[in-house]
């Protein structure tokens, strides 16, 4: 592979997207209200037609005969890159719309600067799909404000949600091999950079919820370097349920 680099950067930014849709996708017909149902459907297809810009490219660059569904379906647990954060389950309600809150204001935060991007491929995805992702962060903030400055049952159980995935916030800005080889060029994002922006943004939003911010710093790790919770393998094995048994499907 000619730019294998590249190829692992994009797979370090699709893989979020892919798992978190995934989870999402798992309410469809389950969610609280019918609007609240369509609604997280609905940004379950967002992140998905997403990661088919991200594994398109990818597949591109590998250049070995995979196209983007074998990139996305067919790989083993370990060599998904994606963080902890986004293959925390769907516990409960409040849970599904912390761990979206949390990587929203991430993930808007990470795409306004990748539209800056020297990869113009990169770039251009960017560009297209941060008005989807801006949706996102205000139908989830919105939802972690309704909850937490709601009953006192909401209240609690938001921010017991806040508490418990406040452990993997952390690694959303280290930074792998592929991260600063890719900024070096002026193609990927330093996350680095992002990090008290993310922290200042997500605090107002817990302070306008009436919610504690979480004081623990003992954050979890691995998600990057392939190494996953066990709730991964259990979302593998429904997402690539088709495609390993009925091989060679397309998206």
């Not at 609604?39 to 997403?50: E, V």
Request: negative net charge; charged residues 25%; aromatic residues 12%.
């Amino acid at each position: 592979m000619k730019n294998k680099t590249l190829y692992n950067y994009i797979l370090g930014i699709a893989d979020n997207s892919l798992i978190l849709g995934q989870r999402m996708g798992e309410l469809c017909g389950h969610g609280p209200t019918l609007e609240t149902d369509i609604a997280c459907t609905n940004i379950s297809l967002d992140l998905f037609g997403q990661v088919r810009s991200y594994f398109q490219y990818a597949a591109k660059i590998a250049g070995d005969g995979r196209t983007e569904d074998d990139i996305a379906m067919l790989r083993k647990e370990r060599e998904y890159v994606n963080v902890l954060l986004v293959e925390q389950p769907n516990t409960n309600f409040a849970y599904t719309m912390a761990r979206q809150f949390l990587f929203d204001v991430y993930h808007f935060a990470f795409l306004s600067e990748l539209e800056k991007s020297k990869d113009l491929t990169l770039s251009a995805i960017a560009k297209k799909c941060i008005k989807e992702v801006r949706y996102h962060e205000r139908f989830s903030s919105d939802w972690i404000k309704r909850l937490g400055d709601g009953t006192a049952k909401s209240k609690a159980k938001m921010q017991e949600a806040i508490n418990d995935l406040w452990t993997y916030t952390d690694e959303l800005f280290h930074q792998t091999e592929a991260d600063k080889a890719m900024v070096s060029e002026g193609i990927g994002v330093d996350v680095t950079k992002l990090k008290d922006n993310y922290y200042k943004n997500v605090n107002e939003i817990l302070e306008q919820a009436t919610l504690e911010i979480p004081e623990s710093q003992y954050f979890q790790k691995g998600g990057k370097k392939g190494i996953h919770t066990e709730h991964l393998g259990y979302l593998l094995a429904e997402l690539q349920y088709m495609q390993r048994t009925y091989p060679n499907m397309e998206w």
